[in-house]
């Protein structure tokens, strides 16, 4: 048995409608894969690794060397990114075959794709404690714009927060637990739960916004329009550009949010803090997650070759 991957419209071939051109075959996988996924980010990595595949094979049936072959026309891409596409392409065969559109045989061959082997640890991006306390400073904390800017930059420095865990955060969540403030029961990458403690001067910036903007329950953060006028949501891309733009202020091109989970981190760690803990307030599935994370093994600010006396 084969899956045809016919391919749809010239509409889709273009990338300006992700569904629109799909045939029917292709719409089923896709929506299959999709809902087995909790995490809305996966869900869109996984919904671009498809439609890219769909497109590249032209109306090719799916055997392993058009799955070769898509891999190789994505080498310009990094390692991790090409990874989680052959992930999503698993995720497919993986779905078909469940779905009796493949057999058990033909599943272990389509996904007998190697991933590209990442060597070394990716050390990723973060701030000093300096630099972070001079992004902190970058809202203009008198208006209802800074205010909130400041809650999202001080949540992600602060609390570790992914994006995705800020943009949809509910005031429910933040609560008194063993006389401190904590944020209850996130639901964070994997399904995983897990509760963070929130400092007091991420509390105090949090308190500030809620009285300026009138916020009393449903979500914390919203989009403010001209004339100051509260959206009822914000996106996670709108945490993306607040982090972006206020990066670019300090001197510092190429910074994301995540970058500032790390800082917190990296600063957690550097202050003399427990491993296990620092698991706990990442979200992690394991220690060997977190010491990966933190680049443990490896001291950059001290490092060994500093002191080859030449």
Not at 7 to 29: C, I, K, M, N, Y
Not at 75 to 98: G, P, W
Not at 135 to 160: F, H, N
Not at 274 to 281: N, R, S
Request: charge should be positive; hydrophobic fraction near 40%; proline fraction near 2%.
């Amino acid at each position: 048995m084969e899956i045809s991957l016919v391919s749809g419209s010239a509409e889709h071939q273009t990338g300006q409608a992700p569904d629109a051109g799909l045939v029917e075959a292709q719409q089923r996988l896709r929506q299959m894969v999709l809902d087995t996924l909790p995490s809305a980010n996966s869900r869109r990595n996984y919904a671009k690794a498809l439609d890219d595949l769909f497109i590249f094979s032209a109306g090719r049936p799916l055997t392993r060397e058009l799955l070769m072959a898509y891999r190789a026309s994505i080498e310009s891409l990094s390692a991790s990114t090409i990874n989680v596409r052959l992930s999503a392409v698993r995720k497919m065969v993986s779905e078909a075959r469940r779905a009796g559109m493949l057999s058990a045989e033909e599943a272990a061959h389509l996904t007998d794709v190697p991933n590209i082997r990442q060597k070394g640890t990716r050390l990723g991006n973060w701030l000093t404690k300096e630099q972070a306390k001079k992004l902190l400073s970058i809202p203009d904390r008198q208006t209802l714009k800074g205010k909130r800017d400041y809650v999202i930059l001080a949540l992600l420095v602060g609390c570790a927060l992914r994006r995705q865990e800020l943009a949809s955060l509910d005031v429910e969540t933040i609560q008194l637990r063993e006389g401190r403030w904590v944020l209850a029961d996130l639901e964070g990458k994997g399904g995983r739960i897990r509760t963070v403690a929130v400092p007091v001067w991420v509390k105090h910036g949090i308190n500030a916004w809620q009285a300026a903007a009138g916020i009393e329950d449903g979500p914390l953060l919203r989009s403010i329009a001209k004339g100051g006028k509260l959206g009822k949501t914000l996106s996670d891309w709108a945490v993306w550009s607040v982090v972006e733009q206020s990066a670019k202020q300090i001197g510092i091109e190429r910074f994301g949010a995540h970058d500032l989970r790390r800082t917190c981190a990296k600063l957690c760690r550097k202050n003399g803090g427990d491993l296990e803990q620092i698991k706990f307030l990442l979200g992690h599935s394991s220690i060997q997650t977190t010491e990966r994370y933190l680049g443990s093994e490896q001291e950059i600010a001290v490092a060994v070759n500093d002191s080859l006396g030449l």
